[in-house]
């Protein structure tokens, strides 16, 4: 963002409001390819896992191809529904952007997600996402940050892997109870 700011410090903002209006969907295109590459591959290793593990598939079978639609699906209608809170949450709450911050922060972003997805690494999109859009706005000065939303934010992450886990422990338990296998 430093960068954009010396290379655009010339330009009028009319001008670059235009053109960084069209390169934000290029790089809301790349955050969405990203996005498909990384989120859907652990929800189709994990559905693939489950077929494997009820013996409904062999191991080291491939990943069929009605699994790899179901999620496809999936994602797009969980970021259709769900996508505008987080957007506003994160583009407006947390910091008013611009088109160039949200084109930096969108492409940096695609870039460290695509580099995780391509190492078989997974990473959490929200949260690289947030980080960009953070490093964006703090790059102009850092009081542009509603820190108090971003603290709110962090607290929702800490407390989401524990009740995770004790939600998928409490559904073990109770299919453990439910078949006689306790």
Do not use: Y
Not at 16 to 43: C, E, P, R, T, Y
Not at 85 to 99: R, Y
Not at 153 to 171: D, N, Y
């Amino acid at each position: 963002m430093k960068f954009l700011f010396l290379l655009l410090a010339k330009i009028s903002r009319v001008t670059i409001n235009k053109w960084f209006s069209k390169l934000q969907i290029v790089s809301a295109a790349f955050m969405a390819l990203s996005h498909g590459m990384n989120d859907a591959q652990k929800s189709m290793g994990i559905i693939t896992l489950a077929l494997i593990s009820a013996g409904l598939l062999g191991s080291g079978a491939a990943i069929p191809v009605w699994v790899i639609l179901a999620c496809a699906a999936a994602m797009a209608a969980g970021t259709a529904m769900g996508g505008k809170k987080i957007i506003k949450t994160i583009g407006s709450h947390m910091m008013k952007i611009d088109c160039p911050q949200g084109f930096a922060a969108e492409t940096s972003s695609a870039f460290v997600i695509t580099a995780m997805s391509i190492a078989g690494n997974p990473i959490s999109t929200t949260q690289v996402i947030t980080a960009g859009i953070m490093g964006s706005g703090s790059a102009k000065r850092a009081s542009a940050v509603r820190w108090g939303v971003v603290r709110n934010i962090l607290s929702a992450w800490v407390f989401t892997l524990p009740a995770a886990a004790i939600l998928g422990g409490a559904a073990t338990l109770l299919v453990k109870i439910a078949t006689g296998t306790l």
